[in-house]
């Protein structure tokens, strides 16, 4: 089976500093990956790299889905997005003074194609356009749970319900990958394992694969069918969670020297 | 080629790249500590002039010397655009410090409209004639039609000033904790650094090099109004940028460069269109090099 | 409250503001009869005025952390203002009186008053026209008054050269309007926030500059006269009727745009349009391809500038450089941030506060400029989002 998301020997460098160093990774269809490392090890940057965000020194990135592959460098952050890949950020990028369930319209836009006459005018189409958008946006919000909020403004939802609206607006833009950045990164412990449920019911209901950052090991053993580790921009070990577990690179890249320290 | 006239022009886009440069410090200053076009930046400036045609008119009525006219007019001009920079800054952009960038920024076009249009109730709509405060030096005489003692007097005043500038940033204390709060202002606070205090002095440095600005190019003109502030600001402005904002000796290079680009320009192809050319030469940069000549390209953190 | 502790501080602003306004307020030289004017009453003025401003300052900035806390910008939480408005007994009645007024102004008040209130008008719709590129797509357009400008030149020329009249010119105008904004837009929209106002105001100030010395193309700063009112299917009229005329076209124009900016509004390029001023990298990665999204706000937010620009030369039949400065710009701006960016209802309340206030005030006039920039200073500190605030709409589901 081809791999949705191929990596090959990406490099990125900024001014005389090598953030990636020539990283190979793969993520297959309906897969749970993950990519691990310390604070600063790139893997944000990685993420920057596929979603067109920043145009990696080197290396490629393939997109496969319904058996075409396509290469996606240099291609803007909306046409990576609009292949099929979608993300969440690390530190919250919610559209704060917009409703909920306007944060998943948003999600829509890319699928949906009205533009100024159909506004101003509202023919048909453009109205059963909208009212369609209005009601897969409104199931998103029920499948990810946040429904009850649907009218709130983004910037008074808890601190939970704001990552877990990233994922819904991720969602709406109908991905084939969905990148996830830290998403469990200031969860309480029963939010983490709602979040762990929702992540493995997305993969096995909707066929997405998913590529994630995580800080929160347990998180990541638990779900992750592969995990991949780097440090100071270099792949140092790859394997499903027992192989990494037990990997002695990864035990010195994340206690140091010293195990005992 | 008529050298003597190419000299000319040289001599005059210098002295105007040094006056543009004086204004255009505080700019980069202000800009790379708290990363803000300080609009009320141009009328800092022209509050300096103002207040330097009003102390030297008291005091030449009063009959006091030349010389000290000229000194006591200049220190009443730093003190006051020193306060005002200050005061500015406490009540347009520090309530603001936590907003979205663009809420500062029309504040501080809403600080600009609002000290142009208090200088023009308060003094007066017309122009003023400005008193020559540096006079024209007998010895000198010969030499004058390239270049006046008074361009010498700004050159000299512009290259003092800019050695005492790098003096301060580069070895004082104050020097240093504005190096580290235009690097990453929350971690200079958390070493320590007192924020409001370093960014209160970058506002009243800025200042007072515009207020020196100001004075000397009233003296240099003859004439003042409540609106110079708006178009030497912009095209102070205009050099910040093209040398790179946030660093210094950009904001110097880019002054001259603007300088003698307008100097040549008015004098070899037209006068018309000088204002133009300076916004025109504002866009192009930003267009294709945001960065400036000297500054650092940055990338967008996420 | 700590009684002393706040009339000490007020004492010491209120000081250090005499010290500041002292040589610019006190003295006045008077170069041509060398004498000077010292005006000891202003020093007193600022004195009490800022002893009791600095005492609200203070208090203002403490309410404001206040309601910070309490956080009450959820949609559920209308002003007492916006409840009543959406009450419909009282809806529909205000609705009512206010189409009678509108329609009967002209007949019952002087020339003078409906030509200050299509002054009023015209800037309704440049405010509800800058307000899709500041309000809601978050655009900082201080160049805005080009394109006001391009539309009353569109006019003066074509008049002038080739004798088109008012409606034929008006869509040529807001056309050539929306080019001019991908034109000059296209360029520029890379640019982060601050540097795009300060491009806008270049490319503003550019314009203006060409129209006073390109004297062959747009007469110079003498301008163009003679540009003919708004005609109605060729009928002579007086200049009272025309007048009337003119309101009504403007009243016509001003629906027209509330119309259109609201069904904008509450579309999916509104909603783009919004995503990408509260967070333009997220925006991209929702798939939204960010030039086109700002150039569309551009253009569109030109167009009506175009047609407002074709209004303003026929009801002053003379044009030149000087109406289209860059104040004219900031005052737009003010009519944006006064009333509430991205909210219709706050926008029309600004322009009509901001143009008729001045008009029906005189001795306000003189400081009309001096009293925007403090407005906007304090709006930005104390109500960012205007005295309207816009209010996200709603939608209800039933649970199946």
Redesign the interface.
Known sequence: MEPVLEVNSLTMDFGGLRAIDQLNLRVMPSEIVALIGPNGAGKTTFFNCITGIYTPSAGDIFLSVNGRRERLNGLKPNRVTQKGIARTFQNIRLFQNMTVLENVMIGRHCRTSSGILGAIFRDRRTRLEEEKVVSDSYKILEKIGLDRFVNELAMNLPYGAQRRLEIARALATEPFLLLLDEPAAGMNQKETQELDELIVNIRDTENISILLIEHDMKLVMRISDRIYVVDYGKKIARGNPLEIQRNPAVIKAYLGEDPDA | MDWEYFLELLLGGLTRGSIYALIALGYTMVYGII???NFAHGEIYM?GA??A???A??LN?AGMNHVAVAILAMV?AII?SC??GF?IEK??YK??RN?????????A???????????L????PDF??FPSLIPDFDFWEPYAHIISSQEIAILATTVSVMILLTVMIKFTIIGKAMRATAQDRIMAALVGVDINRVISVTFVVGSATAAIGGVLIASHVGQINFYIGFIAG?KA?VAA?LGGIGSIPGAVLGSLVLGWTESFFTGYISS??E??FA??F??LI??FR?SGILGRSE??K? | MNVRGELKKSFQISAWFMFLTFPILVIRVNTVENVIEWRWYNMAIVGVSTFLGSALWRYLLSVKEKSQRINAASPGNMTSFQKAFSDKRFFYPALFILIGFVISFPFLFSMYQANIMITALIYVMLGLGLNIVVGLAGLLDLGYVAFYAVGAYSYGLLNFHFGLGFWTTLPIAAILAALAGILLGYPVLRLRGDYLAIVTLGFGEIIRLVLENWGEFSHGPSGIANIPRPSLLGIDMTLTQNTIFTYFVMIGLVLFTIFVVNRLQNSRIGRAWIALREDEIACQAMGIDRTRTKLTAFALGATWAGMGGVVFAAKTTFINPASFTIWESVIILCIVVLGGMGSILGVISGALVLTLLPEYLRAFSEYRMLIFGIMLVSMMVFRPEGIIRNVRRTYTFSKE
């Open positions: 990363e803000l076009i509050i103002f207040t045609l009003i102390v008119s008291v009525y009443a006051y306060a005002y005061a009540i347009a309530p603001l907003a979205p960038r663009l809420s500062a920024l029309i504040s076009i809403g600080m600009s409209l609002f000290l142009q249009n208090y200088v109730l308060a003094q007066t003023l004639p912009i402005f940028v018309d269109y204002d133009v916004f025109l504002l866009v930003l267009i945001p990338t967008q996420v």
